[in-house]
Structures are given as C-alpha cells and as structure tokens.
C-alpha cells in the first residue's frame, strides 16, 4: 500500500514538472542544445501539431546535429500530412549531414504522406545525391516499395490491358 502511494504521489508530483507546449516551443529557441533537444523530443511525443512550424525552422536551422534531428524526429512523430511533409523535404535537400537526412527520412515514412509530390521529390533527391550511403538507400527502397516511379506507374498501367486480355 505505501508503494502503491509512493508511486502515485511521484506522478502526481512528476505531472506538475512536465511543460507546457507554449514553454517547449520556447525552450526550442534555447542555446544549450540539451534544452531543445528535451523540447523537441517531449513536443514530437505530445504531437503538438502548433509546434510544426517551429520544429521546422529547427531541422532546417544551423542547430548541432542532435538538435536537428530531433527536430525531424519530433516531425515525425507528430505526423501531419502536408506542411511537415514538405519541411522534411526541404531539410533533405539543404542539409549536408546525412543522419540529420536519414532521419527525416524516417520522419517522412513514420507520416506516410504517399499522395504529396514533395514525398516523392525527398526520395529521388536521394536516389541522385545520397546513393553512397546504404542507410538513406535502404530507407528511400523501403519509401519506394510504398510507391513507385512515375515510369513504373506508367508501365504498369500499360501492361494492365494485356493481362487482361490472356
């Protein structure tokens, strides 16, 4: 019974120190990277969806590597279609680090944003550019196996009326 009150008075009071959305966005603007971190990691596990823009400017800031990925990791975790999509993109594209890529990347396949045009320019920017590393081409096979090339598309269309027809 004692630890049974012990553990509850410990939420409770644990409760109480937990921050607010507002106080975790503005912990994101926090120089100490630990501190933004912890904001970003806490606002992706709420999925506070006001958080997105701020996240975003995050994963595309000039921030420590940790700090962007928890930017794109907290993205993900909140996945909203249609802007988070399209941040993730551009993070893709801008940033020369390939963990903060990967995990946007994962950011991306975690929100299954399958009908965005921008889903599809993230992943064959990477079959350009990110090649080398097999952790960003095994994520881009595993987002392509969720759906195809264009051309694929358009051959599998073409082939669909001769199959038909045995």
């Known amino acids: ?20 959305t507002d106080e975790n966005i503005a912990d994101l603007k926090s120089t ?11 606002l992706g596990v ?9 996240l975003g400017e995050l994963v595309k800031s000039n921030r420590s590597t940790g700090v962007r990925i928890a930017a794109a990791s907290a993205l993900g975790r909140i996945a909203e279609k249609g802007r988070s999509t399209t941040i993730l993109k551009e993070a893709i594209e801008a940033d020369q680090d390939n963990q903060v ?5 994962l950011a991306l396949m975690n929100i299954a944003d399958i009908g965005n ?8 920017y990477c079959e350009a550019n990110k090649k080398a590393d097999p952790y960003i ?10 759906f195809p090339k264009s051309e694929q ?14």
């Open 1 to 20: 019974m004692k630890k049974l009150l012990a553990l509850t008075f410990c939420i409770s009071f644990g409760a109480l120190w937990a921050k607010s």
């Open 117 to 124: 045009p921008d889903l599809v320019k993230a992943v064959e």
């Open 101 to 105: 890529v990967y995990t946007s990347l």
């Open 153 to 166: 598309k358009a051959e599998e269309k073409k082939e669909q009326p001769a199959d038909a027809a045995k």
């Open 137 to 146: 081409s095994d994520i881009v096979e595993r987002l392509r196996k969720k």
């Open 46 to 54: 709420d999925g506070a969806k006001k958080a997105i823009e701020p």
């Open 32 to 42: 100490d990277d630990a501190v933004a971190i912890k904001a970003a990691q806490d």
